[in-house]
Structures are given as C-alpha cells and as structure tokens.
C-alpha cells in the first residue's frame, strides 16, 4: 500500500504493465512533473518512456480537487494522474512510483522486474499545508550534494517544507557577501565536543563548511521543482557565536572568541546596539534575495541574558530604549527583525520563545517546548508549527536497548511518533485554524555523518509524514504493517534507516556518553520552560 495512506481507494481488475511503448503526456503548466516522472521511472526500467499527445500515463489538472489533492485512476489501458494543481499531480506520481515494485528507485537498469501496477483509483489530499523536518546543518555541516538527497526523500514522503538551520553557535553555514568573515572565520570550528554532558570530550578535529550562494539557489530551485519550500533560520540574539568569531564587535564584551566546539546553550549573545540591528537586517535582506519563502526563521530560543543583566552599557541601553527588564530587550530585538521582514513582505518565523514578549500580527510560532506554545499562540491569533520535542525531535533515542547511539533525552519510537497530533484539543474551531501544520526537527550535534542522519530520521520521518498527511484516525498496525513493506523502498533508495530490530553494529557509539531522561524528569522540565508562557 501507499504511505502516506490513500483516504479512497477502489481496486478494479487488472494490472498496467510499463514497457517500451509506454508514452508520456502533460497538457502546459505540468512540463515540469513530467520531465521529473520521466527521470524516476527511466532508471530501473530502461524504458525510453517517450512524449506523446496521448500518453498512457496521462497528467492533468482538474478543477474539482485542491491544490495539494491528486486522483490517480489505473487501468490495464493506462494511467491518469490528475491534480488541482502541479503539487497535486507530483503527489499522484508519488503514488503512481509507490505502487511499482519498490525497486523502481534504483537508479541502475533492474532487468529481472516486471513493471506492472495494479488496476486501482486512489484519491487523497493533505490534512496539512505545512508538512516539513528541520535539517540542522550547523551543528554538522551536510554537504549539498546530501542536501539534495534529503529533499529528494522528502519529496518521495509527500513532505513539503525544508526548515533549513544555517547558523549556529558552532558554524555559520551561508555565504553573506558584505561579510565575509562569516563564512571565512565563522564556518570552520577547530574541534568538536563528541557525546553529551559537561564532561564529554573533544576529538581534536577541524570540522565546517558552508554553502555559496550559488549551492543556495540551486538547492531552493531543486526544492521548488518538487514543490518543497525552503524556509531558511538565521539565529538570534543566542546561538550566535560563530558571528561573534567573524565580527567580535556583535558581542556584548567584543572580545575574540572561536567558533564555539561545545553543545548546548551558550551565554555569549548579541548586542543590542543599532549597528548590530542593521547588520541582521543587512544579512536578513542578502538571505530574502535567495529564499522566496513567504517564512524567514530568526531563532529567538535559548537566550540567555546573564551577559546583558551584568553589562554597564546594555543596562544604559535599556534606558534609552524605556525598556524594564532584559525580557524586554530580546522582544526589541526580534520586533526590530520582524518590522524588517513584514516590510518586505515576509513573515517572521520563531521558535516558541518569542511567545515571551509582544509579537506582530504575522509573525508564527514553531512550537518546540511541548505544545503549551501551540496553544498560546493560536489563542492570541498567531500562526503556528507544531513540533514538540516529546513527540517529533528525531535526534532523541529510539530505544531503552543499550546499543542506541549517543542516547539523548527520552525514547520516542516509531510508534511515539506516528501519535503526534499537531492540533492541541484544547483549541476552539477557529483557534485550530491557525496550526499550519507540524515539521519533525533534526538536530545534529550527534550525527556527523549524512548516513547517521539517516539512521535518527528513517523510518520515524515516515511516521510523521503520515501524520501529517492524513485525516482521522490512524491505525498504527495497518502503518506498521505497510511500513514493513515500505522499507524495500527505502533499501532501493539507499536510506540506512534504523532496524525494527535495533541498531546494527556499526550504527552503534560504544563509550561515548548520552543523556539520557525519563519522560517524567523531561515534562517537569519543559513545564518549568513553558511556565512564563501566559496562556491567553
């Protein structure tokens, strides 16, 4: 079966077999989806899979089904995959791939398959507009060329939105051209902390790396040609060290710092001085001429302020701004950020801490901490995505068994997630409108490799994809049964997903130190977090 799962499927009678006189047509404004179909299914089958006025696989638009919605209809004659608009019909090729056998995604001439799909429609659209995963490629820089293979998984799971996490603590990973330096000091570290905790070591190994301009539009245009949006985060006020190792006068102190080599949350931030304004605002406008996103992320999480509690000239500074207490100040911040995307027609994107302080009408909430920002949020008519740690972070543990690699925080299996509702029942009608949808995140510090990505993504990134997908109730023994089969296809594709059966031996991290919590220790403290929240 399909995953994410059909909501109307009739089976007829019959298969359609791909063979050498199988052609291809696409009436105008779907020449892109067939060029890219054509490129999927020429690979295994070594069919030439020509175009034709009147294809045996047929595209189309039809007016009677939403953007996002696709009918697939299969017959021993042919194939019609129709859509309300081109994402719909890439939806239905999605399908149209998942009903061959799985090792059409091979990407060499399988010459011992039959190509052959059952007689059947299927007929589905999206729960959600927002369907996305947080990449994390600051922690652990991940090469463009496995960029592109994350966003080509994506596509094949029907997600939609690639949050893309540039900056960090420990590398800037976009090239800004007024300044430089990010890139030239801020995009290499010296070493890197390896396991978790205080006492954790460092390996002594030089790591970075960073995207042109050029890797940036070339990323967004491969997205966009499979109808993912790239929604790119510039963090601020915290998580900011590599800039302040590029341009130490950012920082509160304005001593020389390194790009920082540790996890965790950091106490060196930003100034708040005007020019440190005007150099995000300057960065901010070199980011929205390369990202079309309606959605520019700016961070706002894990700020400390012990730096501006204790500093002389950010208390002078609270002064001339009539600002009360340091809270207060990171609100100015962001709302300065946020003044400057909504006049360039863009709308601000933060993780929930921005809850803390006054926000303007556009900016949205990703709610990280739980889902008490969810909450908020939408009852003080804010957009919002949900992606609470307890259900959808995938760099947590996947298991109690002792072989899971680095474990952090609590176990949250396939099962965990594949629960995740990013609508809190709390909500009224009209409050629930404003969840845009939900997104896993994938945060790297302990994964250095694009295959140990692979290994905390796949399958629960199939999971979420589901739940984000599909209406009503789900079934997780019907998934779980599908996903078995699902699996093949990952094999086809090369994905080294993490085994029903645990982690194989060289997916394992013996004597490197985890962090590991209960799920109670893990409520307790994310209730602390979410207590200056005020529920409206």
Request: charged letters at 25%; a negative charge; one cysteine or more.
């Amino acid at each position: 079966m399909l995953i994410p799962r059909p909501v109307d499927s009739t089976v007829g009678e019959g298969v359609f077999v791909l063979d050498r006189g199988t052609t291809l047509s696409a009436p105008e404004g779907l020449e892109g989806v067939l060029t890219w179909l054509q490129g999927a299914l020429r690979p295994a089958t070594g069919l030439p899979l020509r175009e034709s006025g009147n294809g045996s696989i047929k595209l189309d638009m039809e007016d009677d089904l939403g953007a996002e919605a696709f009918r697939l209809t299969v017959t021993s004659g042919g194939v019609t995959i129709a859509g309300g608009g081109p994402a719909g019909v890439f939806y239905g090729a999605q399908a149209l791939l998942q009903l061959l056998p799985p090792a059409v995604f091979r990407r060499g001439r399988v010459t011992s398959t039959r190509w052959e799909v059952p007689a059947v429609i299927v007929t589905d659209a999206p729960r959600f507009g927002w369907r996305g995963v947080m990449l994390d490629v600051a922690r652990h820089f991940m090469p463009k060329h496995d960029v592109l293979r994350f966003i080509d998984l994506m596509a094949m799971h029907r997600l939609n939105t690639l949050h893309f996490h540039l900056t960090e603590d420990q590398g800037w990973r976009i090239e800004i051209k007024r300044y430089p330096r990010l890139t030239e000091v801020g995009g290499w570290r010296h070493e890197s902390q390896v396991g978790a905790g205080p006492d954790a070591p460092n390996d002594g190994r030089p790591h970075g790396g960073f995207y042109t301009q050029d890797d940036i539009r070339e990323i967004v245009a491969y997205a966009a040609e499979r109808f993912i949006t790239v929604v790119p985060e510039i963090e601020t006020p915290g998580h900011v060290q590599a800039a302040l190792a590029a341009y130490p006068e950012l920082g509160v102190h304005q001593g020389q710092l390194d790009v920082w080599p540790r996890w965790g949350i950091n106490k060196n931030v930003l100034n708040v001085e005007e020019s440190t304004v005007e150099f995000f605002t300057n960065v901010l406008d070199e980011v929205l001429g390369l990202f079309p996103s309606t959605f520019i992320g700016v961070g706002g999480d894990e700020c400390p302020r012990e730096q501006w509690e204790a500093d002389p000239r950010t208390q002078e500074r609270m002064v001339e701004l009539d600002i009360v207490d340091e809270a207060g100040l990171q609100t100015w911040f962001m709302r300065r950020l946020d003044d400057h995307l909504t006049k360039a027609g863009r709308r601000l994107f933060g993780w929930d801490e921005i809850l803390e302080g006054d926000m303007a009408p556009g900016a949205t909430v990703a709610s990280w901490r739980g889902m008490a920002g969810a909450v908020t949020a939408a009852r003080r008519g804010h957009d919002v995505v949900s992606c609470p740690d307890d259900r959808v972070y995938l760099d947590y543990r996947q298991s109690e068994l002792p072989g899971e690699p680095i474990p952090v925080s609590i176990p949250l299996t396939v099962q965990d997630v594949y629960a995740f509702e990013p609508v809190p029942p709390e909500l009224t009608p009209d409050e629930a409108k404003h969840v845009l949808g939900g997104q896993a995140n994938i945060w790297t510090e302990h994964m250095d490799s694009p295959r140990t990505v692979d290994f905390f993504a796949y399958p629960r990134l199939c999971a979420v994809a589901e739940a984000l997908w599909s209406p009503g109730e789900r079934d997780f023994a019907d998934f779980e049964q599908r996903l078995e089969h699902h699996l093949l296809r990952l094999d086809a594709v090369g994905v080294e997903y993490r085994s029903p059966d645990g982690p194989r031996p060289w997916q394992s991290r013996p004597g490197i130190p985890g962090r590991p919590s209960t799920r109670e220790a893990r409520a307790a403290h994310i209730a602390e977090l979410v207590a200056n929240i005020a529920q409206a």
